[in-house]
């Protein structure tokens, strides 16, 4: 099981997420989920919004607690929107091409999940994505398949709709393979305007996946902690664990729903897989 997260508002420095709470995403990668015997150590990534035109990205095939680079960087960029991953293989290589955030143009990508059955799925699936779009695919996961199948079924017009698609063909696909259940899925996504996350699996077991509170609401509640004070009113993490034991700080995201935070009011809708 992999583990990513998503930030949305006024600019922070990444590591203030990724090493400072009690259970930050790098404390995080150190240890293995309950049905799994290996840490998250078969890479990591941070994409973020800049001045730039297209985001940045650093990726790496190391475990993310031992990487330097990766704590100098997220102490000196400072971003209104970012992605973090930390990767637990589920069969393909452990290389940088294979290490999250997926980029193309302004939307980056990171999944946490499966397709079942990959190794007999792939080539079809490969075959399913633009030809335009198919020489910007560099690894071999599963992850970046479906971000670029997404985008083949409209992601950047309708980014809701685009990964409905993909999870409606990936499943359609997988089924006529034999498959019982062909997903584990959540998903983030931006085009550095707006954070998307989408939680749903085939079967009824979905993998985790937390929003934070209104900052507004949670100020009133702790007034005395000065973590929340230079956060903005629109801030938002989501999570796939919860980086710190704060009563009231992190809701679940149901199984079968996509969220939306943007400026304003956030929108949280049902995800329902449909066949492109």
């Not at 095939?61 to 000196?76: C, F, I």
Request: with cysteine; aromatic share 10%; net charge negative.
């Amino acid at each position: 099981m992999c583990r990513w997260l998503g930030y949305f508002g006024a600019p922070i420095r990444p590591e203030e997420l990724l090493y400072q709470p009690a259970r930050s995403l790098i404390e995080q990668s150190k240890s293995h989920a309950p049905d799994l015997s290996v840490a998250n150590a078969d890479g990591h990534g941070l994409g973020w919004y800049g001045t730039a035109d297209a985001p940045g990205l650093f990726r790496s095939a190391s475990p993310a607690w031992g990487d330097r680079n990766l704590r100098e960087v997220s102490a000196q960029i400072s971003s209104p929107l970012f992605l973090a991953h930390v990767r637990a293989s589920t069969g393909t290589p452990v290389q940088q091409t294979n290490c999250h955030p997926f980029r193309y143009g302004q939307w980056m990508f990171v999944h946490n999940g499966f397709i079942d059955a990959y190794d007999r799925l792939r080539r079809d699936l490969l075959l399913s994505v633009d030809p335009k779009l198919f020489p910007e695919i560099e690894g071999t996961t599963d992850s970046e398949l479906m971000f670029y199948l997404a985008l083949t079924f409209g992601l950047a017009d309708d980014p809701v709709g685009g990964l409905e698609r993909m999870a409606g063909f990936i499943e359609a696909e997988g089924r006529r393979a034999g498959s019982a259940h062909p997903l584990q899925m959540t998903v983030g996504i931006s085009d550095g305007v707006r954070l998307y996350a989408a939680r749903y699996a085939s079967d009824a077991e979905a993998n985790t996946l937390y929003v934070s509170s209104s900052v507004r609401d949670l100020r009133l509640l702790y007034p005395a902690d000065e973590r929340l004070q230079h956060f903005s009113d629109e801030s938002r993490v989501i999570v796939s664990e919860p980086l710190v034991d704060l009563p009231g700080l992190w809701r679940e995201i149901p199984p079968g729903t996509a969220l939306v935070v943007q400026e304003g009011d956030d929108r949280e809708v049902p995800f329902r897989p449909s066949e492109p």
